[in-house]
């Protein structure tokens, strides 16, 4: 599970690393949040293909997965492996799981200093309870601000879910780690993206806005890139996680 693509800097790290990696731990799946794919605000068509090419099998997004109006229209093609957080209301457009081969992706969206949405924890069960037949290795991608809310969801899900990993915050924790049920938990993977920056943005105009505390237009910052992932070892027949270790890349 690679951590938010943050625009161009970010689809390089992984055109840089990804190869590399899938040579170094033969991964059955590979996934990528993708919400920041384009400019730093939202995903096209293009870079979602992009990234498909690069090595990536299914792409999360999160909060931004609306910014590209564009994509919005194309959030229901069932060719392309893109998920938004299922605890949108019903009706907005995509889908927030898929099953890639023997492998439930779910897709969630945190609602501490966020939008209001239905609650992730519910959703979380009536995913469970939806799909059928059910695979044993279940991933989650809960896109979420706050660090209790992320550790929140990794404990509520222990034992029914293999993976649940948090994205959103752009900064990688230290504390990947097996629960007691035997769920894998990392409360942020990072981000690929510019290694000088602010959560992948140019330093400068962030600056300005904390400083002034007037609106500033975003960039995403240029300059050598870094991959933040972690890795999963999953046990296929009872879905319990054997272990999850963190895997970054740094370089030009």
Not at 96 to 114: E, P, W
Request: aromatic share 6%; glycine share 10%.
């Amino acid at each position: 599970m690679i951590g938010d693509v943050i625009g161009r800097p970010g689809r390089r790290a992984l055109e840089a690393f990804l190869p590399g990696l899938r040579g170094e731990h033969h991964p059955n799946l590979v996934i990528a949040n993708g919400e920041n794919l384009a400019g730093g605000f939202g995903i096209t068509v293009d870079t979602a293909k992009e990234l498909l090419k690069a090595g990536v099998d299914v792409i999360t997004t999160g909060n931004h997965v609306w910014d590209q109006k564009e994509f919005v229209r194309r959030m229901d093609d069932a060719s392309l492996p893109v998920l938004r957080p299922a605890n949108y209301p019903p009706a907005a457009p995509g889908r927030g799981y898929l099953v890639a081969g023997d492998v439930l992706i779910i897709n969630l969206m945190g609602r501490v200093f966020m939008e209001p949405l239905d609650c992730p924890f519910r959703a979380f069960d009536r995913i469970l309870d939806e799909v059928k037949p059910r695979p044993k290795v279940i991933v989650v991608d809960f896109h979420a601000e706050a660090t209790s809310e992320k550790q929140a969801m990794a404990w509520y899900a222990d034992g029914r879910a293999s993976v649940v990993v948090g994205t959103h915050t752009h900064v990688p924790t230290a504390d990947p780690r097996v629960l007691p049920r035997g769920t894998a938990a990392v409360t942020d993977v990072g981000m690929a993206g510019p290694q000088l920056s602010v959560i992948g943005m140019d330093p400068k105009a962030v600056l300005e806005r904390f400083l002034t505390q007037t609106p500033r237009r975003f960039s995403v910052a240029d300059g050598p890139v870094k991959l933040n992932a972690v890795l999963a070892d999953v046990d296929e027949t009872t879905g319990k996680a054997r272990s999850l270790i963190r895997v970054d890349r740094e370089g030009e």
